[in-house]
């Protein structure tokens, strides 16, 4: 007997099997199309391949974990967050969904912003006005394409449309509608307030429910599609960041996680809906019902060091199979060359703009510090360092809001690095935990299945039973010191950089 987790990601979905111990017993993946870009900082997807992507992931991972659909005792969903899939009264999709990433909504956002204020949306929805969030999407396709809106008579998020061709049934979770703008994060539903403000029917919108909570039981079209038993029941699950956290055990109080990927997240989970007055740090439903969490983002995290190898090369290696990841080890291994601190040498990882804690679109990266005396390892280090400087920047917010941050987990490619573990550990100031595996959100959607299949009574007890920390590593106090002045030298660049904007 297992659980499936689904993760409907930007790249493809990835399915993966749990067994009733936790370990994971088979993963398949569908690579999605490249998402469309029909102008600069636009990025749409066809929600029609996502469906496509993940009938072929679960039947992959079905045939690898040879398993028979009765095996199977529920499915759980997560995916990528704030996206827009708009369909008509016949369920027809009326256009290709807007992701996630696609920046087109500025004047929307700042209109919003002036119409309800900024202070009235956080008291509002816990969240400011941001570009890639659903709302101000939908009142693009509003201003921008009257005809195709006046079709619109139902939005969901891009997990909860395989759901609908899974089940039949719209429904989300909590913490995936805390990505929309829509919702009132405290209170854990629609925010009748906002929505009267803006014009939009709550009709449109799915149900919600908590993340292991049953929303519904494969359809027998969905179990045709997919070689799933019809009946089988599907979970809520989770957006990617909270499924993801599930998997990683971040589900109480003190415990974050930070992960590097293309983007940086430092996660923690909260008790209580925690606001930050500025909007700096995002505050959303955890998909643990009853908890909450708040989240820091950086945009060029593991990006800044992809840059850095495809500008200045990963020094002599051979290629073929493996060689991106040999190129990231020869790096890392260049960087621990050079002393903690980087003799001073700085980088402000702004390469896509940033986030936490500045809500700037326009910042920009440097490089700065540099002397004669400086040389390869020194630059690489500081890029480690910078990126590292900046996910600590949402620690700082979190002190400054009362968010405990008593374990620190790490997750994605800088839990991968021997080197950039022990900068984290020196620069953070506390141990860090490595984990035995991480699955993603997948596996955090198949732990949330198993709470609602029953196999575990509620998602602290399968996080206990499933996730296992592999290893700590400690700040070693010296580098912790270095680390610390030049964090503080860190926290000065975005103003030196971006004096108006800083103002």
Same mark, same amino acid.
């Given at each position: ?36 870009? &029909? ?300 002393? &903690? ?133 400690? &700040? ?28």
């Amino acid at each position: 007997m297992a659980v499936l987790g689904l993760d409907v990601g930007t790249g493809g979905s990835r399915a993966v099997l749990v067994d009733e111990d936790g370990s994971v017993t088979a993963t398949a993946t569908e690579a999605h199309a490249a998402f469309d870009s &029909p102008r600069t900082g636009w990025a749409e997807q066809h929600p029609g391949d996502w469906w496509r992507a993940s009938r072929a992931a679960i039947r992959a991972v079905l045939a690898a974990g040879a398993m028979s659909p009765g095996d199977i005792r529920a499915v759980g969903l997560s995916g990528q967050m704030h996206g827009a899939v708009l369909l008509d009264a016949a369920g027809e999709v009326v256009r290709p969904a807007l992701i996630w990433c696609d920046q087109r909504t500025d004047a929307q956002c700042r209109r919003l912003t002036d119409q309800v204020g900024a202070a009235r949306l956080i008291e509002l929805v816990a969240n400011p006005a941001l570009t890639g969030f659903t709302l101000p999407k939908l009142l693009w396709v509003r201003d921008e394409e009257p005809a195709r809106w006046e079709r619109v008579r139902t939005v969901l998020l891009p997990k909860d449309y395989v759901r609908w061709r899974l089940t039949g049934e719209r429904a989300t979770d909590a913490a995936d509608a805390s990505g929309t703008l829509l919702f009132d994060v405290a209170g854990r539903r629609w925010s009748s307030t906002l929505l009267s403000h803006v014009g939009i029917d709550a009709a449109a919108l799915p149900a919600v429910h908590e993340g292991p909570e049953v929303t519904g039981r494969l359809a027998p079209a969905g179990a045709e599609a997919t070689g799933l038993l019809a009946g089988t029941p599907v979970v809520a699950g989770g957006g990617d960041q909270a499924a993801g956290a599930v998997g990683m055990g971040i589900v109480r109080p003190g415990a974050v996680s930070a992960t590097i990927g293309t983007s940086g997240v430092v996660f923690a989970a909260t008790d209580r809906p925690a606001r930050d007055p500025r909007g700096r740090v995002h505050t959303f439903c955890h998909a643990v019902p009853g908890r909450w969490h708040v989240m820091g983002v950086t945009q060029g995290a593991g990006l800044s060091l992809r840059w850095l190898r495809d500008t200045i090369g990963a020094g002599a290696g051979a290629g073929g199979p493996g060689a991106a990841e040999d190129a990231y080890d020869r790096l890392c291994a260049e960087a621990a060359e050079a002393p &903690p601190g980087a003799d001073g040498v700085l980088w402000a990882p702004y390469l896509m703009g940033e986030r936490t804690p500045h809500l700037d679109p326009e910042a920009r990266a440097a490089l700065v510090g540099l002397s004669a005396a400086h040389g390869r390892a020194h630059v690489i280090r500081a890029v480690l360092e910078g990126v590292a400087f900046s996910l600590r920047d949402s620690l700082t917010i979190f002190d400054e809001m009362g968010v405990p941050a008593t374990r620190i987990r790490l997750g994605g490619g800088g839990a991968r690095s021997l080197l950039w573990r022990r900068i984290q550990a020196d620069v953070y100031g506390q141990p860090v935990d490595v984990l035995a595996a991480e699955e993603g959100a997948a596996y955090g959607a198949a732990l949330l299945a198993g709470v609602g299949a029953g196999i575990w009574g509620s998602v602290d007890e399968a996080c206990a039973a499933a996730v296992r920390v592999a290893g700590t590593v400690a &700040p070693e106090p010296g580098a912790m010191e270095t680390l610390d002045r030049q964090y503080r030298r860190f926290r000065t660049l975005y103003g030196a950089l971006h004096p108006q904007a800083a103002a």
